[in-house]
């Protein structure tokens, strides 16, 4: 963002190099002229020095001191804290937000193991003396959210990863899961546990038990818990069970807001709510069961990490579940902030993280709030000192982001006209660390963006964070060749997090950003301070540099004189998507490739022409204000010009034609076109390959516009 000291300083344009007298930020600065550019940096190392690990131990200690579920009472104080933080630090246009949606919490859930011999599971985790937080009575045991009530006895089938090709796998062999409870673990290969929850109920189990396999993330991988970072026997997964690949937010209120008085839909008519049963296990209580299946062994590459041999059952272990869930109408709670802009306060860049955790969430989300609080903190300071950014800053605390990504999508929802008019980029951070590996999403006009900040950063170690990430993403992709600039972001993006609206319902440019590391404790109780301060981050070194990447990243959004968006590079990611749909299902000679291999080198030419004219302008010191507002204006259009109206078939909420989610969660480029590719729906993907020519080329007509308003000035 653009800051001002006692005058406003009025940036120039595009991408130059800054000559900087200090090494790490001797980097490109888009949007900037190199005087333009020294200036934002002496600003961005002013806001850098003021950032404090110590605060931000402070503010995760109190996220984390007690559970903070989604429409329980102390998230709410939570809702209510955050406010009172930003009103102490400063921020203005403080606001708490009301969605009144269905919210679904446990009453009573039971597991018994009836024959061969009985076992009743614990459904709970183990206390620890080294860390007293796991002592704590408001901690719930296993549940999952969304899960249908019931009461069932039946047979138990092992499951793998309750994925479609493992039942296809027990078809095979005679076991039919129709009336059965299914048994599957998480993450091999990693789904979603609403799609296992969905594939089960399609194929007519009676119920669903998803439990952590020490293969996956227990003692197979390393030390764990409370000696290391990974899941201990009692550690439960918790997790909402939703649909909401096909549609998020509150299950009611579906495309709309569920602002108090809102119409709502009957719960049977909505498409995001299980109609199955489902309870997450330890493998403590796993165990059990799994030694006393019968039938065929399962296959070598469904065995696990426990000392037996695993089998796919079916007749001889019967269990008698019981999950008795509390659904009904809570409030969540929104909070927002913002710092006004100086010069264009109708341009906002908008940061977010959600704040409701399972139990105590240290690391998902709260080292994602803590972080963004001191980053709060820093700017409020700068504020109180004249120092305001030029475009308006949104600060959100979410709610609900672990049942339906529900409050992300409710605000989207509710503002959704004047986000699209005003949103420059959402910067999405949900879990700040659980290690010192740096992963950076971002869609293909702000990956370069992305790179290029990384190169000012030091890290804790001594070196940059382009230095480091280097590092981790060559080990990542496990390449034996250093990966290039143009790989170091990830521009496939998938769900599971609150960019969701803002990327696939609205087409805002989104990016997401976390470090990660050694993580076994996935949304259960001992994903908590102790963990975070012993394995995640000790010193919060990396929560601090967090800060500070997302602080700049939002500083040179806020503050460019010409958005900082490279379509150039989004032309190329666009050509790589449709080289992999190709390879992946031949769709050349059943669409028409050639003409849409066109318009894609069309929109990236008129991409790099547009970078070209840019720089030129900026020589020329002729860029007007009224030129700059144009531009910006009509270059913020790009992305929402990816939107379809229509949306994907079969899930009109997702309306993005290039970046959408599978069921798993996984990323889905080029959605419309690949399904009905996957599909062999040669007709449909005629459709969508059309649709999607059309985008670009109003796009290439845009910028083509832009390129000759540009090198026309004189």
């Known amino acids: ?186 993450s091999n290969p990693y789904s979603y546990r609403g799609f296992k929850a969905l594939t089960a109920e399609r194929l007519g189990a009676a119920a669903i038990l998803i439990y952590s396999d020490p293969a996956e993330d227990g003692y197979k991988k390393g030390d764990v818990y409370p000696n290391g970072p990974w899941g201990p026997e009692s550690h439960i997964q918790r997790g909402a069970i939703t649909y909401d690949f096909i549609q998020p937010g509150d299950p009611l209120t579906p495309g709309w807001a569920s602002i108090p008085g809102a119409k709502r839909i009957r719960p049977e008519d909505a498409v995001s709510l299980p109609k199955i049963m489902g309870v997450p296990l330890s493998w403590h209580d796993a165990k059990p069961l799994l030694e006393k299946m019968d039938g065929p062994a399962a296959p070598d590459s469904w065995q696990g990490g426990l000392p037996l041999k695993y089998k796919l059952g079916g007749k001889r272990v019967i269990v008698h579940l019981k999950v008795d869930m509390d659904t009904s109408t809570r409030p969540y709670y929104v909070t927002e902030a913002r710092i006004r802009g100086s010069e264009a306060p109708d341009e906002w860049v908008i940061l977010g993280n959600h704040r409701d955790a399972w139990v105590y969430g240290a690391v998902d989300p709260s080292s994602g709030t803590a972080s963004m609080l001191e980053l709060t903190r820093d700017l409020g300071q700068m504020l109180k000192q004249g120092i305001r950014p030029k475009r308006t800053l949104v600060f959100c605390s979410w709610d609900g982001e672990e049942y339906a990504l529900t409050g992300s999508t409710e605000w989207g929802e509710q503002y959704a006209d004047e986000l699209k008019q005003k949103a420059v980029a959402y910067l999405n951070v949900d879990e700040a660390t659980s290690g010192a590996n740096f992963q950076g999403d971002a869609v293909g006009s702000l990956a370069p963006l992305l790179v290029e900040v990384s190169r000012t950063l030091p890290a804790p170690s001594g070196k940059t964070l382009y230095d480091e990430w280097k590092i981790s993403r060559q080990a990542q992709l496990d390449e034996p060749q250093p990966v290039p600039d143009a790989r170091l972001a990830n521009t496939r993006i998938g769900s599971g997090s609150d960019h969701t609206v803002f990327l696939n319902f609205l087409g805002i440019p989104t990016f997401n950003l976390s470090f990660v590391g050694p993580y076994g404790v996935y949304h259960s109780l001992y994903d908590d301070y102790f963990w975070m301060n012993h394995f995640g981050d000790p010193g919060y070194r990396y929560h601090a540099l967090m800060t500070q ?80 507002t144009q531009v910006n204006e009509q270059v913020m259009r790009v992305e929402r010009n990816w939107c379809n109206p229509d949306g994907i078939p079969g899930r009109p909420w997702f309306k993005h034609s290039l970046y959408g989610t599978r069921y798993t969660y996984a990323h889905l480029e080029l959605p419309g076109l690949t399904e009905a590719s996957e599909a062999g729906d040669w007709k449909r993907a005629t459709e969508q390959e059309k649709i999607l020519e059309a985008e670009l080329a109003t796009n290439t007509a845009l910028l083509k516009q832009l390129n000759q308003k540009l090198n026309s000035i004189p």
């Open 1 to 186: 963002m653009l800051f001002i000291c006692s005058v406003v300083v009025v940036v120039s344009a595009v991408a130059f190099h800054v000559a900087s007298a200090q090494g790490p930020n001797d980097s490109k600065m888009s949007g900037f002229s190199s005087s333009a550019a020294a200036r934002e940096l002496l600003i961005e190392r002013q806001f850098r020095a003021s950032t404090s690990a110590d605060q931000i131990s402070k503010f995760h200690r109190y996220l984390t001191s007690e559970p903070h579920p989604a429409g329980s009472p102390r998230n709410n104080d939570l809702a209510r804290w955050v406010a009172d933080q930003w009103r102490e630090q400063g921020l203005e246009d403080i606001t708490i937000h009301r969605y009144d949606v269905l919210h679904s919490s446990p009453r009573q859930i039971s597991l018994e193991m009836v024959k061969p011999k009985s076992y009743v599971a614990k459904l709970r985790e183990d206390s620890y003396d080294v860390d007293p937080d796991t002592k704590n009575p408001k901690a719930d045991g296993a549940y999952l959210g969304y899960s249908a009530s019931g009461e069932v006895t039946a047979p138990l089938v092992y499951a793998h990863s309750g994925n479609p090709e493992d039942y296809d796998y027990l078809r095979q062999h005679g076991i039919d899961v129709r009336g059965k409870i299914v048994l599957v673990r998480y």
């Open 549 to 628: 990447l997302w602080g700049v990243l939002a500083m040179r959004l806020g503050n460019a004189q010409i958005l900082p968006y490279d379509f150039e590079s989004y032309g190329e990611n666009i050509r790589q998507f449709v080289v992999d749909l190709n390879l992946a299902n031949r769709i050349a000679g059943h669409i028409d490739l050639p003409a849409l291999q066109r318009q894609i080198a069309d929109f990236e030419s008129a991409g790099r022409e547009f970078n070209q004219a840019i720089a030129l302008a900026v020589v020329s010191g002729k860029l007007g204000p009224s030129t700059v």
